[in-house]
């Protein structure tokens, strides 16, 4: 199969970079509009979009846009979804959404992996006199993208990883009160992060089915950045995109 993996920020496609690299296949970059640089592998294709729900539809979606209009990249196996039998649809067969996040606890400890049953964005909504209402319950749009149940179970259990909702937040929390207050709306999260939702998005309009995986950096709540394990979070997630490389070299 042909996956695109999008992270947030430049080290965390580094660790998923290095992780496909494991078989020993030469990585190729590739200059996008927009300033953004995808590394090529033959079964995936890595791109730091930026941080944020905005930034991460952005650069996923422009990835996704040129590749439907664009031939794979060489070494790269055909698709069954190129521009020529398929119009708009990218010759991709699935995109995940990958980085370090914050984790819930204690249900996602400290250089955890999670993998996303539910993407979810948090904070898309209405603050009322009776309580946050989501922008769904508001009648405009969603709050939540559903990966494939299979292939997310799949990767869960291959990664040893919590399996359970990751929510998307514009803001990352900071405080015990709204560590509190997602964990009263949202009872089963394992992660916050900041991409996922966005990502998702931009599939979404594609066709294309999402998986969101985060390594935990830091536990959801009060801001203590002494306490923070960046460096462990990037080598689980190096660890889990070595595990998954066979995977990706599937068959769609």
């Not at 965390?12 to 996008?32: F, K």
């Not at 594609?206 to 801001?223: F, K, M, Q, T």
């Not at 950045?225 to 990706?248: C, E, K, M, N, T």
Request: hydrophobic residues 45%; charged residues 15%; without cysteine.
């Amino acid at each position: 199969m042909r996956v695109l993996v999008v992270t947030a920020v430049t080290a965390e496609a580094d660790a998923v970079s290095a992780g496909l690299g494991g078989a020993g296949t030469a990585a190729t970059e590739r200059a996008l509009p927009g300033g953004y640089v995808l590394n090529t592998r033959p079964s995936a294709d890595v791109l730091a979009a930026g941080v944020g729900p905005a930034a991460a539809a952005a650069g996923t979606a422009t990835a996704l846009a040129l590749a439907s209009v664009s031939p794979s990249p060489p070494g790269s196996p055909a698709s069954p979804a190129s521009p020529a039998s398929s119009g708009s649809r990218a010759p991709y067969d699935l995109v995940v959404s990958a980085g370090i996040g914050g984790g819930f606890q204690p249900l996602a400890p400290l250089g955890s992996l999670v993998v996303a049953d539910a993407i979810v964005a948090a904070d898309l909504g209405a603050e009322t006199p009776g309580g946050f209402l989501p922008v769904d319950e508001l009648g405009f749009g969603r709050t939540v993208h559903l990966p494939p149940p299979g292939p997310a179970a799949r990767i869960a259990h291959l990664l040893d990883a919590v399996h359970a909702p990751v929510l998307t937040v514009s803001t990352v929390t900071g405080s015990a009160a709204r560590r509190d207050e997602l964990t009263t709306r949202h009872p089963r999260a394992a992660a916050e992060a900041m991409e996922g939702f966005g990502v998702a998005e931009a599939a979404a309009a594609y066709g294309l089915p999402v998986i969101e995986i985060r390594a935990i950096s830091n536990a959801v709540g009060p801001r203590d950045r002494s306490a923070w394990r960046i460096g462990p979070a990037l080598d689980a997630l190096r660890y889990a995109f070595q595990q998954l490389s066979p995977v990706f070299e599937e068959s769609p």
